[in-house]
């Protein structure tokens, strides 16, 4: 430590304003640039990849949805509440559907730097008899564990195959290349007793 000239740190919120926001996301095999406030519900994704992506941001969440000056507004981790934001943004009334977890977690797997996702099961509050894993973390780790796509066609999901991992891993790296924080999200969903 002696041979020391200068030495720069700084943590979140004090070099940064650790405002988070969605930026762009890749859904159904295509890149879609997040440029308004409801680019989610405009962008022609199909119900169930819609249906998916809020129940992955709001079901795996730490953050809470709080009432500040007459108006809902997501607080906690500046990742999560980047996430929330994106969905507020889209008109999805996050106050109300978060509270649907309440009662039907049936696990919890923290986020570690080990593992790089945290994951939830949730006894589904709106298909009953059905348990959906949430997981969320780092992509790269998480596309080897995939071996389907939602692709938008009209049988919603497609073989995730060498070729489909590549592009997505490419889309990926540009991301990571715009100094973009890239987060991956999968799912499955079993019944209660493939669950159990």
Do not use: W
Request: proline fraction near 3%; glycine fraction near 6%; hydrophobic fraction near 40%.
């Amino acid at each position: 430590m002696g041979g020391l000239q200068e030495i720069c740190c700084g943590k979140t919120a004090s070099l940064t304003k650790n405002e988070m926001k969605v930026v762009q996301f890749f859904c159904e095999g295509r890149l879609i640039i997040n440029n308004r406030k409801d680019t989610l519900m405009q962008c022609d994704l199909q119900m169930e990849s819609l249906m998916r992506i809020q129940e992955s941001i709001l079901y795996n969440c730490d953050a809470r949805v709080e009432m500040a000056e007459a108006v809902y507004k997501a607080v906690g981790n500046g990742t999560e509440v980047g996430l929330l934001n994106f969905l507020q943004d889209a008109d999805v009334p996050i106050h109300l559907l978060i509270n649907k977890k309440i009662g039907n977690i049936l696990m919890i797997s923290p986020h570690s730097p080990e593992t790089k996702r945290s994951a939830v099961a949730i006894e589904s509050p709106d298909r009953p008899n059905m348990v959906s894993i949430y997981i969320k973390g780092a992509p790269e780790m998480l596309i080897n564990y995939c071996a389907k796509i939602n692709m938008g066609s009209a049988d919603r999901t497609q073989e995730l195959g060498q070729a489909e991992k590549a592009e997505i891993i490419d889309h990926i790296d540009k991301m990571a290349m715009q100094a973009l924080r890239v987060i991956g999200m999968a799912y499955i969903e079993l019944s209660r007793d493939q669950y159990e």
